[in-house]
């Protein structure tokens, strides 16, 4: 497994945007798929973006598409989630995830026993 943080969360403006970023440790990182979900108090977890492995393949929840933008640089061991246009709908907690299987079974089925969660950073879009 590899160990994920997360950084770049903070308190936005609607309209504004943010970057946020997830480090990764371990010699792994680049055979992962990644994804960033999301989770707003009292609701449930929502798969907001995925990439696999090579950066050429993404997925993103209809909520976010246009908007949101998940990118990785395997050199840096990191992954990226550009958001712009926030709105306060987008307030939540943001954790990265990742997972050695591909990026079809992460973004459908979620992350199994193999994959890794990050701790989390908060992200605030006031109105």
């Known amino acids: 497994q590899v160990q994920l943080v997360e950084s770049g969360g903070g308190l936005v403006q609607a309209g504004g945007s943010l970057r946020l970023s997830c480090a990764a440790s371990g010699r792994t990182f680049s055979s992962y798929a990644m994804a960033w979900i999301r989770q707003a108090p009292g609701q449930e977890r929502e798969f907001v973006a995925a990439?696999?492995?090579?950066?050429?393949?993404?997925y993103y929840a209809d909520s976010v598409k246009g908007r949101f933008t998940i990118s990785r640089d395997n050199a840096k061991n990191t992954v990226y989630l550009q958001m712009n246009s926030l709105k306060p709908e987008d307030t939540a907690v943001y954790y990265c995830a990742g997972d050695p299987d591909t990026v079809e079974r992460l973004w459908y089925l979620g992350l199994d026993d193999s994959g890794s969660w990050g701790q989390g950073t908060q992200v605030t879009v006031s109105s």
């Open positions: 990439i696999n492995w090579s950066g050429d393949k993404t």
